[in-house]
T-cell receptor
Framework: DAKTTQPPSMDCAEGRAANLPCNHS???????VYWYRQIHSQGPQYIIH???NNETNEMASLIITEDRKSSTLILPHATLRDTAVYYC?????????????FGKGTLLTVNP | GAVVSQHPSWVICKSGTSVKIECRSL??????MFWYRQFPKQSLMLMAT?????????EQGVEKDKFLINHASLTLSTLTVTSAHPEDSSFYIC?????????????FGPGTRLLVL
């Protein structure tokens, strides 16, 4: 399964854009990149996923490099409620079931 | 859409008793559900994959006789922690994959905090 590496922590000022990087240099051609986040004491929340093209939804944007070896999750206007651990995951195909392997993620702290 | 619930949200039990946790997909059918466990200050660890109508697949090191999983319908999976001990105290989280979706997105429940005394 493709492993991902993320910085352990980042800080961001409220109202500014938060850019969270992720390296996935061993990703294969048909593997997606998924982003989830976990706010303290809650279950993880799906944010966005992508394959090759950049993606945007109501929560965030996902920028994937052309070689697909890295990506950046962008929260355009971070709020205090965006403080959470953000996980970049390349699901592992275990037969017909895709497993999510959670690493340590990036703790994003949004400061007032 | 894509809401997953868990019940109970927290439970305290005595050592040696069994505890059942329910995971429901509220607005979609889930052929596959997953059970995770998270200890304090650690990341989520996958315990088992549950497919509707078949036996669960357990991850290495997870005792299938201790953590009983039943996925009897497309919207309900249950995890029973049998003969619970203090070391089983943890945050148990389920997720579900939409049977109709082409993508592999998992939607997570809010978690169940178990404390075994």
């Amino acid at each position: 399964d493709a492993k991902t590496t993320q910085p352990p922590s980042m800080d961001c000022a409220e109202g500014r854009a938060a850019n969270l990087p992720c390296n996935h240099s061993t990703i294969s051609g048909n593997e997606y990149v998924y982003w989830y986040r976990q706010i303290h004491s809650q279950g993880p929340q799906y944010i966005i996923h992508g394959l090759k093209n950049n993606e945007t939804n109501e929560m965030a944007s996902l920028i994937i490099t052309e070689d697909r070896k890295s990506s950046t999750l962008i929260l355009p206007h971070a709020t205090l409620r965006d403080t959470a651990v953000y996980y970049c995951i390349v699901p592992n195909s275990g037969g017909s079931n895709y497993k999510l392997t959670f690493g340590k993620g990036t703790l994003l702290t949004v400061n007032p | 859409g894509a809401v997953v619930s868990q019940h109970p949200s927290w439970v305290i039990c005595k050592s040696g008793t069994s505890v059942k946790i329910e995971c429901r997909s509220l607005d979609f059918q889930a052929t596959t559900m997953f059970w995770y466990r998270q200890f304090p200050k650690q990341s989520l660890m996958l315990m088992a994959t549950s497919n509707e109508g078949s036996k669960a697949t357990y991850e290495q090191g997870v005792e299938k006789d201790k953590f009983l999983i039943n996925h009897a319908s497309l919207t309900l999976s249950t995890l029973t922690v049998t003969s619970a001990h203090p070391e089983d105290s943890s945050f148990y989280i389920c997720s579900a994959r939409d049977a109709r979706a082409l993508k592999e997105t998992q939607y997570f429940g809010p978690g169940t905090r178990l404390l075994v005394l």
